[in-house]
């Protein structure tokens, strides 16, 4: 292995799985459990897309593991999240920018929008996981973090798990409705 950036993307890999543990094994267990991890910071954090925002840490750390591999001394874990904690605050940035404010509501593009919600849920969701984003939805301020609570105890799912499911459901739903909406403008 080549000590520059010009590594291919194997021989990245090859080291970053070396420094996680001499028994490649081992190593592809730690590379699971950190992705899983980061997943779960990145959802419990309200980050829409913490499967790619993990994806994304463990692109850059691959990228980077052979400058940081030699002198790290510390757990190989504690690297990627700090990594985790910049792409965070990258994710983040558009949305600390000063909005200009709101318009006015359109009624007519609230109808729009109504429509094509229900239409994208109608045809990408079971009755059980339209039940499921509405009851999540469900609400305001305390309420609906109460109601959260008892969804999750209904369904035997802890918070983070249930943040990470309706991330799911959103993004199946997301390119339907803005699909919907875009011929519905025409």
């Not at 699971?32 to 994806?55: S, Y």
């Amino acid at each position: 292995m080549t000590n520059n950036a010009s590594a291919s993307p194997t021989e990245s890999f090859e080291h970053l799985l070396a420094w996680l543990n001499a028994d490649r094994e081992q190593a592809g267990r730690r590379y699971e459990e950190i992705r899983r991890r980061l997943i779960k910071i990145f959802a419990g954090r309200g980050c829409w897309e913490a499967e790619e925002l993990a994806d994304e840490t463990l692109r850059r750390v691959e990228l980077n593991v052979h400058k940081v591999a030699p002198g790290w001394i510390n757990d190989p874990a504690l690297y990627f999240y700090a990594v985790a904690r910049n792409v965070r605050r990258e994710y983040l940035r558009p949305k600390t920018l000063p909005n200009p404010p709101p318009p006015a509501p359109d009624v007519e593009e609230a109808e729009r929008e109504d429509r094509c919600l229900e239409h994208c849920m109608q045809q990408l969701f079971t009755s059980d996981e339209r039940s499921l984003m509405l009851q999540y939805y469900q609400g305001q301020g305390r309420t609906k973090i109460e109601n959260r609570e008892e969804l999750g105890r209904q369904l035997r799912l802890g918070t983070n798990a249930l943040r990470i499911r309706m991330c799911r459901l959103l993004k199946r739903l997301r390119p339907c409705v803005l699909d919907c909406l875009a011929r519905l403008s025409s």
